[in-house]
């Protein structure tokens, strides 16, 4: 692959012209970055089946164990603009490899936790590492691979790692579990994070630095608050009921916060998000739709998680092998839909994925009480199905209406949403099945908002997402 030297001391990719062929050394940048995104993703849904026992072996409560699963995600998804645009202001590659140093280290931290809270603190530590990583994935895929087919290609094989991740996760996290302990499901993270570093350092090239762009802190900072306070206040509804004081207060500071966010990047002279992207109809757009996207699927697996192992009895690894089903096919339909989306676009995969997703959460909810897990099968699948095959298609849609200048802040705004949908996914489910009058109505209900959350992106996908692919934009 050959590369230029630019002038602001970074390096620039060659020309589309000049893109890597199909040998060897083209496919290093790509492994590199898969293998950071994958330690995320996996991060998200190993936890899934483990936290019951991390839960028991910790006396962790039922607000513990969301804080387990959510401090991880909810500093992720708060601090994601602030990696973005580290990314975009010091070069994404060094951003990226001390995203990685940062999660492995992290990772340990979490394997020795002695307690729940030093559990979580380390949960949130390795939050950050994500953060770091997220942007710069997809922002050194878009230089490395600068040809619009490699690119498409390049994006779908990222998206598989959220399906392979998701699919080896729950069954991982199950079998690590019930032979060595869940302590391991931290561990497996120090071999990939060394191993990512080492490719990353190799393979990747130096990003492009763009000392111009300054930090916007105040508008990271709204950012992390309304994450965290939104987050907070659905968790404490489960202790606390959906009427007390403290979590109307949360919801409130929370939407401040926004409202603030909004007015900051409005008057800000640098801000973290320009307003051009936000007003982007394709970039906004799509970005509603991964958080509604996330919000259905993470918010199905923790629940059913919760439901095979605390109702009917399930060991952690037979839970794993009951989600399977749903978290199996999105690796499957990642693939598919990279390859579909060349010859159809990208708004077909999304509409369809979505309306599929959705159909499947709504079968759940109208299965009855206590279905025989059989008739949760097709609903699992489907969901899974669904999911990862919109989302390719939406990431390519975001990415390509980005700016190359702006590819790190498209890439948080993008997963920023995707992972405040898998935090609030999580508490609300988890806050559904703690107030509800009994577990399989807190359950079904959750799965009926989920549907309609898929619905709604079905929806938002027609008339946000181009019927064909729109060509990267220039600066």
């Given at each position: 692959?050959?590369?230029?030297?630019?002038?602001?001391?970074?390096?620039?990719?060659?020309?589309?012209?000049?893109?890597?062929?199909?040998?060897?050394?083209?496919?290093?940048?790509?492994?590199?970055?898969?293998?950071?995104?994958?330690?995320?993703?996996?991060?998200?849904?190993?936890?899934?089946?483990?936290?019951?026992?991390?839960?028991?072996?910790?006396?962790?409560?039922?607000?513990?164990?969301?804080?387990?699963?959510?401090?991880?995600?909810?500093?992720?998804?708060?601090?994601?603009?602030?990696?973005?645009?580290?990314?975009?202001?010091?070069?994404?590659?060094?951003?990226?490899?001390?995203?990685?140093?940062?999660?492995?280290?992290?990772?340990?931290?979490?394997?020795?936790?002695?307690?729940?809270?030093?559990?979580?603190?380390?949960?949130?530590?390795?939050?950050?590492?994500?953060?770091?990583?997220?942007?710069?994935?997809?922002?050194?895929?878009?230089?490395?691979?600068?040809?619009?087919?490699?690119?498409?290609?390049?994006?779908?094989?990222?998206?598989?790692?959220?399906?392979?991740?998701?699919?080896?996760?729950?069954?991982?996290?199950?079998?690590?579990?019930?032979?060595?302990?869940?302590?391991?499901?931290?561990?497996?993270?120090?071999?990939?994070?060394?191993?990512?570093?080492?490719?990353?350092?190799?393979?990747?090239?130096?990003?492009?630095?763009?000392?111009?762009?300054?930090?916007?802190?105040?508008?990271?900072?709204?950012?992390?608050?309304?994450?965290?306070?939104?987050?907070?206040?659905?968790?404490?509804?489960?202790?606390?009921?959906?009427?007390?004081?403290?979590?109307?207060?949360?919801?409130?500071?929370?939407?401040?916060?926004?409202?603030?966010?909004?007015?900051?990047?409005?008057?800000?002279?640098?801000?973290?998000?320009?307003?051009?992207?936000?007003?982007?109809?394709?970039?906004?757009?799509?970005?509603?739709?991964?958080?509604?996207?996330?919000?259905?699927?993470?918010?199905?697996?923790?629940?059913?998680?919760?439901?095979?192992?605390?109702?009917?009895?399930?060991?952690?690894?037979?839970?794993?092998?009951?989600?399977?089903?749903?978290?199996?096919?999105?690796?499957?339909?990642?693939?598919?839909?990279?390859?579909?989306?060349?010859?159809?676009?990208?708004?077909?995969?999304?509409?369809?994925?979505?309306?599929?997703?959705?159909?499947?959460?709504?079968?759940?909810?109208?299965?009855?009480?206590?279905?025989?897990?059989?008739?949760?099968?097709?609903?699992?699948?489907?969901?899974?199905?669904?999911?990862?095959?919109?989302?390719?298609?939406?990431?390519?849609?975001?990415?390509?209406?980005?700016?190359?200048?702006?590819?790190?802040?498209?890439?948080?705004?993008?997963?920023?949403?995707?992972?405040?949908?898998?935090?609030?996914?999580?508490?609300?489910?988890?806050?559904?099945?703690?107030?509800?009058?009994?577990?399989?109505?807190?359950l079904r209900t959750s799965m009926a908002i989920g549907a309609?959350?898929?619905?709604?992106?079905?929806?938002?996908?027609?008339?946000?997402?181009?019927?064909?692919?729109?060509?990267?934009?220039?600066?």
């Amino acid at each position: 692959m050959a590369f230029a030297e630019s002038a602001d001391g970074g390096e620039s990719t060659s020309s589309p012209a000049s893109a890597p062929g199909p040998g060897r050394r083209s496919w290093a940048p790509l492994l590199a970055v898969c293998t950071g995104y994958f330690m995320v993703i996996l991060d998200v849904t190993v936890i899934n089946v483990a936290v019951p026992v991390i839960g028991r072996e910790l006396s962790a409560s039922l607000t513990g164990i969301q804080w387990i699963t959510d401090g991880y995600t909810l500093v992720f998804a708060g601090f994601l603009l602030t990696g973005g645009a580290l990314g975009d202001r010091l070069g994404n590659r060094r951003v990226f490899c001390s995203g990685v140093a940062v999660f492995t280290v992290s990772s340990a931290a979490c394997a020795l936790a002695p307690s729940t809270p030093f559990l979580v603190a380390a949960r949130l530590v390795e939050g950050l590492g994500a953060a770091l990583i997220v942007p710069g994935s997809l922002a050194l895929l878009q230089h490395a691979y600068p040809a619009p087919a490699a690119r498409s290609r390049a994006f779908g094989l990222w998206g598989s790692m959220a399906g392979i991740a998701a699919s080896a996760g729950p069954l991982l996290g199950g079998l690590l579990v019930s032979t060595v302990g869940w302590r391991w499901v931290f561990l497996i993270n120090l071999p990939a994070g060394m191993a990512c570093l080492v490719l990353t350092l190799r393979h990747v090239a130096r990003s492009p630095r763009r000392a111009a762009r300054s930090l916007d802190w105040p508008a990271q900072c709204a950012v992390v608050a309304a994450v965290a306070l939104l987050t907070a206040a659905l968790n404490e509804a489960g202790r606390r009921g959906w009427s007390d004081p403290a979590v109307l207060a949360g919801v409130g500071l929370a939407a401040l916060a926004a409202a603030a966010f909004a007015v900051r990047e409005r008057l800000a002279r640098s801000p973290a998000l320009p307003l051009s992207l936000l007003r982007s109809r394709t970039i906004s757009g799509g970005a509603v739709i991964g958080l509604l996207f996330n919000f259905g699927f993470y918010g199905m697996v923790f629940t059913a998680s919760l439901e095979f192992q605390h109702q009917r009895g399930f060991s952690a690894l037979g839970t794993g092998l009951a989600l399977f089903p749903a978290v199996a096919m999105t690796m499957f339909a990642s693939v598919l839909s990279g390859r579909l989306a060349r010859r159809t676009g990208d708004r077909p995969l999304v509409v369809f994925g979505m309306l599929l997703a959705g159909t499947g959460l709504a079968g759940w909810a109208l299965a009855g009480a206590d279905p025989a897990y059989p008739l949760l099968v097709a609903p699992m699948m489907a969901a899974g199905f669904g999911t990862s095959f919109a989302l390719t298609g939406s990431t390519a849609t975001v990415m390509g209406a980005a700016p190359p200048a702006y590819s790190g802040a498209a890439s948080a705004l993008f997963n920023t949403t995707r992972q405040i949908g898998s935090a609030t996914g999580v508490a609300l489910g988890g806050s559904l099945l703690a107030t509800a009058a009994n577990y399989d109505i807190g359950l079904r209900t959750s799965m009926a908002i989920g549907a309609l959350a898929y619905l709604t992106a079905a929806g938002l996908a027609w008339l946000c997402v181009p019927a064909k692919p729109e060509g990267r934009k220039a600066s």
